[in-house]
């Protein structure tokens, strides 16, 4: 059974900041990737974010220099900082954890965290 658990997800004002988090539950998932991928109401969903084991993240043109995805060492958590957030960034925020179990290539998705940016 595995488990993808975001949290972190809250209203703010434009201009903070929020941490978002990432928690895959696996006994014998091995995590390769984790991805942040958000959706806004009416829009198709976009990839925001991803890191791989070997710690190299990547960013949306349109978080770059505001946000940074990390990695705990060693564990299946990970994190989303959300700096200098715009009403634009206002969406469900998902993490999507890609690796293997056993010899299957496998991924799995949260349900999501709510982040609104209002004033």
């Known amino acids: 059974q595995v488990q993808v658990v975001e949290s972190g997800g809250d209203l703010v004002q434009p201009g903070g900041s929020l941490r978002l988090s990432c928690v895959v539950s696996a006994s014998r998932f091995r995590v390769y990737a984790m991805n942040w991928h958000r959706q806004a109401p009416g829009k198709q969903r976009e990839l925001v974010a991803g890191?791989?084991?070997?710690?190299?993240?990547e960013y949306a043109d349109f978080v770059k220099g505001r946000f940074a995805i990390c990695r705990d060492s060693g564990e299946n958590t990970g994190h989303l900082q959300m700096n200098d957030l715009k009403p634009e960034d206002t969406a469900v925020y998902y993490c999507?954890?890609?690796?293997?179990?056993?010899?299957?290539?496998?991924?799995?998705w949260g349900q999501g965290t709510q982040v609104t940016v209002s004033s």
């Open positions: 999507h954890a890609e690796g293997t179990s056993g010899d299957a290539l496998v991924d799995y």
């Open positions: 890191i791989t084991t070997h710690g190299y993240p």
